[in-house]
């Protein structure tokens, strides 16, 4: 194979026939899945405002993100997500509500990459604009469950509630000012060891006193019962109790929608984004040699639709394309995709390349897969190509079939030819 002189830049892939195969045949699974929850298809712009970006992350966000002027001095950005995007669509559109829109489109973060976490990758993602009903999250629970178990993904989604986190941070004395820092650290919970965490809250100014007692107050995984019953055991503000009669709520929900087995209370989830209010979930494979970050990721974020001009109650999620198939991958369940070509168009001597291209332009017509040989090669290794892109049957012209109006037709499996007209093709 010739050298690689020409890399695509640190964190980005390109995508080559079998692969993006496989990503077509996975998105067509999952339009079919939001098909039947009634989520119409929309795509807000790859380039967006930096204004846009940044107007509930802060500026905070430049550093990671691709952000750059243009010509005529704007700022602008990649888009890092699509929620942004449509929650400023929708701000500035008048849509019976609830409004259910859905995307699937590629993202661009400036991250470290490594194994599953690239600069730019695909996400599919779902909003559900305009409710405030607790079904609403646990709808978009619902059907992330439905995509990875369309995928026969082994899943559990990991479930929590921001103004719980939110209400047991001030109950241990966490100030207001350092709530977005203290939920920033407690997202990288899986990212980092430890003592880089540790750092991380000191360097947002929280102190190693104050960072262990969050971790050890959020350190709950478990079924919604028994999570809330420890809660409620060591917290009792009136802020945990509403927030846990919020979560008692959704249990419910979920179970009615037949995934509460699917899911578990776990108060270290929080979100990385500033833009969540309420109830956050993230899903992530049961098998423990498969990659170990989120599957897909989302929540309620009530906030976020008013700063771009219409107040509006929202929930949403995204899960990622890449990371999906590579569980796929390690699970030994890709699907196999094996692309068939109807016909390959032959011919025994270059003088009848015209009419290959012809009789190639009626089986087009007809919608049939093919091609005609492009690479001045003689019959017998135009027939060998012909194998290699797993042509199900050859064309062949040559004088006789010319003289006589027909075409020679070759079986490739049973290696059957016969004469016949072009029309009875
Ligand atoms: P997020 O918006 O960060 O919650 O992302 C939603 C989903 O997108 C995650 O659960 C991942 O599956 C996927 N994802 C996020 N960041 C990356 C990345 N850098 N590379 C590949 N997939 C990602």
């Known amino acids: ?94 849509y019976a509500k609830p409004i259910r829109w859905f995307c699937i489109a590629d993202m661009f973060r400036y991250e470290a990459p490594q194994k599953g976490r690239y600069r730019a990758f695909w996400q599919w993602d779902a909003e559900i604009f305009g409710s405030k ?22 899943f559990e989604v990991r479930v929590s509630s921001r103004k719980l986190v939110e209400a047991i941070m001030r109950e241990i004395g966490v100030p207001t000012n350092k709530l977005l820092d203290a939920f920033r650290c407690v997202d990288k919970l899986q990212k980092l060891s430890k003592d880089r965490l540790l750092e991380e809250f000191e360097r947002r100014g929280i102190d190693k006193k104050m960072a262990a007692s969050i971790l050890d107050a959020l350190n ?63 899903a992530y494979t049961t098998n423990k040699k498969a990659l170990g970050s989120a599957l897909f990721g989302g929540g309620r974020y009530d906030g976020l639709v ?67 040989d492009i690479m001045n090669r003689n019959l017998s290794a135009q027939l060998r190509y012909a194998s290699k892109i797993n042509a199900k049957k050859v064309v062949i012209v040559g004088e006789k079939e010319i003289k006589e109006g027909k075409v020679t037709v070759r079986d490739m499996k049973s290696g059957e030819e016969k004469m016949i007209s072009v029309d009875a093709l």
């Not at 394309?321 to 796929?328: G, I, P, S, T, W």
């Open 220 to 282: 709950y995984r478990g079924d919604f019962k028994s999570v809330m019953e420890e809660v409620r055991n060591k917290f009792n503000s009136k802020e945990v109790k509403n927030a846990l009669d919020e979560l008692v709520e959704l249990e419910k929900a979920l179970r009615s929608f037949g995934i509460d087995d699917k899911c578990v209370l776990d108060l270290s989830i929080v979100r990385g984004l500033d833009y969540y209010t309420g109830i956050v979930f993230e």
């Open 1 to 94: 194979m010739p050298e690689k002189k020409f890399q695509p830049p640190k964190g980005m892939r390109d995508i080559y026939p079998e692969e993006m195969a496989l990503l077509q045949q996975a998105f067509s699974k999952i339009r079919e899945i939001m098909r039947v929850y009634n989520f119409k298809e929309v795509e807000p712009t790859k380039v967006e405002m930096f204004e846009t970006l940044a107007a509930k992350s802060g500026e905070e966000i430049e550093r990671e993100i691709y952000a750059f002027e243009d010509k005529a001095g704007r700022r602008l950005g990649l888009r890092f997500d699509l929620t942004v995007g449509m929650a400023r669509m929708v701000a500035s559109s008048a």
């Open 133 to 154: 009903s607790i079904y609403a999250d646990a709808e978009c629970i619902a059907l992330g469950c439905d995509i990875l178990s369309a995928f026969g993904i082994d």
């Open 306 to 372: 008013g700063t771009y001009g219409q107040e509006m109650p929202a929930v949403g999620l995204a899960g990622g394309m890449e990371r999906l198939m590579e569980v796929l991958k390690a699970e030994n369940k890709l699907p196999e995709v094996k692309e068939e070509v109807d016909y390959f168009v032959a011919y025994i001597n270059e003088r009848f390349i015209d009419r290959a291209a012809e009789v190639l332009a009626r089986l087009r017509k007809k919608g049939f897969v093919c091609e005609m």
